[in-house]
């Protein structure tokens, strides 16, 4: 018997933002005979973004988000291609002006031309269920520690 899953969210560092800002988080990561350090880059000159953004739930829901959470579609929180994770944000739908604080705790969205992929309870707030995308201004309320989550 064959069985579908969802595509995993999260992917290598070929995502991460290349600047000389800032500089967080040293990350090893190992293969069976190879230990490499990589230095993150994160860069903090950019605090709006204005973009389409997306939502995703059912599919993920109590799953692990890339900062090593459990997903929670209900709750506000959203996935970004290169903005630290743990980062807090004010996302406004510029359709209808609806807005809300989140915080960003996963990667993504992998489509071209969407810069953020709200969880269903964030897009249910900001009004945009229905389109199922809507254009939306993110202004950057603290930078995030990109830190993982670990659990024992």
Do not use: W
């Not at 579908?4 to 069976?32: G, I």
């Not at 993920?60 to 944000?89: Q, S």
């Not at 915080?103 to 897009?123: F, H, K, Q, T, W």
């Amino acid at each position: 018997m064959i069985s579908c899953s969802s595509a995993p969210r999260y992917k290598s560092d070929k995502y991460r933002v290349k600047s000389k800002t800032q500089s967080v988080n040293t990350k090893k990561t190992s293969t069976p005979q190879l230990m490499k350090v990589t230095k993150v880059i994160i860069d903090t000159s950019r605090t709006e973004i204005i973009g389409i953004s997306s939502y995703y739930g059912k599919d993920f829901h109590g799953k692990l988000t890339a900062n090593g959470e459990i997903f929670d579609m209900y709750g506000v929180t959203a996935a970004h291609k290169t903005l630290p994770l743990n980062t807090v944000a004010r996302v406004t739908n510029l359709d209808n002006g609806k807005s809300i604080i989140l915080r960003v705790n996963d990667r993504g969205p992998y489509i071209v031309g969407r810069e953020l992929d709200c969880s269903y309870g964030a897009a249910k707030k900001l009004g945009f269920l229905k389109q199922g995308m809507a254009e939306v201004k993110i202004k950057i309320i603290e930078f995030g520690d990109n830190k993982y989550m670990h659990h024992k």
